[in-house]
């Protein structure tokens, strides 16, 4: 894509450069020169720089043309800080189910695809700047983001839960079980919303990635977190989180939580939308979605039919 | 003015026509002032009185944040920059490389990851805090915040009032020693009113820096002006919380600006000729 932009910007350049060039034998030999005398030159030199632009822009339009041709890729945008879903792997790989999705996806579509990995919270913004085409990053279909980009149907449904330290007195998930108590979330979620909506007698304290907020769950800061049950589960169940209890799930609210984590797309691109259903409902249909599951899960994360 | 008259030379005739230097110097300030037109007729147009009412308690409340974040964390630094001051400008060889060490780790690395090391460092030793009673203080995101931002600022602030004090010529020192003035009192009475007005603008640097630096608390779960923008944009993907941020930290930087030039001009009066 820079080469259409630097070819514009090399032929005038060299245009420019080359009136200037001009203008300065055109002074020194005043007044006998004999460029100055010839009728129609300033007409002449215009029309040069103007074919000159005209011929730098189509020769932009064309490379445009052949580098759009070429491009069969589809970039996907994933967070890789929210395992099991994705995740960066010490040397860097992206993997989980999300990933894993993605790729199975890709192939049904018979697309080359690519990932990106960037920060939550800029997650939405950079899609819509054209970092990459497509969010397969867990992302819950609500109707606050369905307004900035166009969701596809989900592609798994699991319900959030409340996870605490072992001592904790927290019985329930209730707002009357956690008045009073500090809660970690991470932002820019739907359990982010749910928490500072629900749980309005506690402070909910927004993280950047969940990493954070089991960090501060780990060392006292946090009296509970909130998050997807199968996050906190695999947290629970690695070494790093072993202070801590699942104190019990919380039944999903459509409003907030939507109907599940679906594949977000720029607003209007609803060619890519169809294609993506199909191929969800195809891995449904082929087995190929069950493999991946069953890879990360020992039960269905699929959820109900909604 | 002083009454000796002063050669002034003639300023160069202004020039004629249009030179490529003027007709690019008004294109850039055309260019600026598109901007401006630009970004103002953006906000108007933009503007969301429901989006206003929902989120500008909210910036308020962060702006309190950041400005007593700011104001006590520079109040503490400036306390503690004295004894860092006075040990860097001390002969004992120990004293001034403790206080070099100190100055150097906290200018020499930035504040984010000073602010990371406090807040998550520090939450790996509770047992130990527990026992010594701080873990109640490092408990609080704010107060972590507070403790790592008064430590660099004191190692900028203790810099910036060595080389005030430094910049005083010795022999001040050593008249007021002729006139049998204690050490304290020379300091006090005849250096530091020098030294301070050349510290001035250092200090208001130093205070412009740490209300834009503030904004990285944010991170650590404070809900400051930045904060507040994040979360705004967060429910309404709106680049105008941004915006808006971005124009509450001009505004204060600007009456901060405005102030330390005041003072500089009520403390200079006695050197206007």
Known sequence: MQIPEATVLQLLFSGKEWEYRRQRAVKKHRPQSRMEQRPGQYERTIMRIALRIALAASAALLTLGVAQAQEKTLKIGTEGAYPPFNNLTSDGQLVGFDIDIAKALCDEMKVKCTFVAQDWDGIIPALQAGKFDAIVASMSITPERAEKVDFTHKYYNTPPAIVAPKDSDIKGVTKEDLAGKTIGVQAATTHFNYSSKIYTDSTVKPYPTAQEYQLDLANGRLDAANDDIVVLQQWLDSPDGACCKLVGAIKPVVEIHGPGAGIAVRKGETDLVNQFNAAIDAIRANGKYKEINDKYFKFDVYGGDS | ?273
Not at chain 2, 102 to 128: A, C, D, I, M, W
Not at chain 2, 210 to 231: F, N, R
Request: charged share 15%; with cysteine; aromatic share 14%.
């Open chain 2, 1 to 273: 003015m002083s009454a000796t008259a002063t050669v002034v030379e003639r300023p160069p005739p202004r020039a004629q026509g249009w030179p490529r230097r003027r007709i690019i110097g008004y294109a850039l300030v055309c260019l600026w002032i598109a901007f401006g037109v630009g970004l103002v007729s953006y906000l108007v147009v933009a503007w969301n009185s429901e989006l206003f009412a929902k989120y500008a308690p909210s910036y308020l409340q962060g702006l309190g944040v950041t400005l007593s974040l700011v104001g006590i964390s520079i109040t503490l630094g400036a306390i503690l920059s004295l004894p860092v001051a006075y040990a860097r400008m001390s002969k004992n060889r120990i004293l001034s490389g403790l206080a070099y060490c100190y100055v150097y780790f906290f200018r020499g690395t930035p504040l984010l990851v000073q602010t990371f090391l406090v807040y998550y460092g520090v939450g790996s030793f509770k047992p130990q805090l527990e026992m010594v009673g701080l873990w109640g203080f490092f408990r609080e995101a704010f107060n972590c915040g507070v403790f790592a931002f008064a430590l660099n600022t004191a190692a900028y602030q203790a810099e910036i009032l060595r080389g005030a004090i430094e910049s005083v010529p010795k022999g001040q020192w050593e008249g007021a020693a002729s006139l049998g003035l204690h050490k304290l009192q020379t300091l006090w009475k005849i250096i530091l009113p020098q030294a301070l007005i050349v510290a001035l603008r250092p200090y208001g640097n130093e205070l412009i820096l740490m209300i834009k630096a503030s904004a990285i608390v944010a991170i650590i779960t404070v809900y400051d002006l930045m904060g507040m923008a994040k979360l705004a944009y967060s429910r309404t993907f709106d680049i105008q919380a941004y915006i808006w941020v971005a124009i509450v930290y001009l505004v204060i930087v600007e009456i901060l600006r405005h102030g330390i030039e005041w003072i500089e001009r009520r403390i200079t009066i006695h050197l206007k000729r």
